[in-house]
C-alpha cells in the first residue's frame, strides 16, 4: 500500500487548513471504520494525508433544545443506538444505528461517518432523510446547513467540497408519533444491506395521519424520499388498502442495480415489502401497540 502522512489536528480550523493545503489529496477521518478498510482493498484512493478528528472532543455531543437534536460529528453510533431520547422520539435512526456492523464498530464509528461514506446503501443516512435531517458544514470560507437530500449527488458522491468538514447532523423539532427502520441484507449483521425503508409519521388523536416521510435505500444512486407513498398517507388512518398503496408507490419509485447481492427486480419487490412494513410498524407505535 501506498504510503501516507497522518496528522491530528487540535482544532477545527487546523484541519480545515490541512485539507487545503494538500489540495484535495487529503482524507478525512472520525472512527475510520469504513475508510481504512476500503483503502485496504483497493475500493478507496490512497491519498497522501490522512486528518483525523480524533483530538476535537467538543464535536462528541447529542444536544437536545426545544424538541430539536444537533449530533456531532465524533458521536459515535454506539451512543446514538443507545440515547434516551433518540430512542423514544426517533426511533428509526436508533434502529438504524444499530444495524450497522458489529458492537466494536459502532463503539468506534460515527454517524456523520457514515453519512459521508455517501453509500445509497448507508442505513443512518435513509433514516436522517426521513427526519429531515440538515447537515452542518464548516469550510475555509464559514458555516452553512443543508438539507440531507441536497448532500448526495451519486454513488459514494456528495457536495463536500475537499476542505470542508460535516460538523453536525441537525434534526429539526418535530413530535414524530412513531417511526420505523426496516432493512434486508444477505446476513443479520456485518453486511451491507440489500434493501432498507425508513417511515416517520405524526399521527392525531383520532388516528390519521398529518405529515409522513417515507425514504429508500440502496434502490437508486442516493437514498430518496418517496412523495408518492407520503402523499397516500396524508390524511388517511392506515388500513390494508392504504399499505397497498404504499407498497406500490415504494415499488414504482425504486430504481435499483442488480449485482451480487441481488437483482433489480428483488430490489423493486423488497422496496415495497419494506415500506409497507415500516409504515405498519410506525402507526402501532404510533397508537401506543
Known sequence: MKTFEYTAPDSLDEAIALLAKHGGKAALIAGATDMMQRMKIGEAEVPDCIVSLSKLHDLAYINVADGAVAI?????????ERHDTIREHCTVLAEAAASIGSPQIRNRGTLVGNVCSASPAADAAVALLALDARVKIAGS???????IGDFYTGPRESCLEATQIVTEIALPAKEWSGSSYQRTGLRRAM?????SAAVALIVNADGEISAARVALGAMAPTPIRVPAAEEALTGQVVGEQLLAKVAAAASAAAQPISDIRGSAEYRKDLAGVLARRAVGTAYKRSRGS
Open 191 to 195: 453486511d451491507c444491506c440489500v434493501a
Open 72 to 80: 456531532g460529528a465524533l458521536t459515535s453510533l454506539a451512543n446514538i
Open 141 to 147: 470560507d464559514g458555516e452553512k446547513q443543508i438539507d
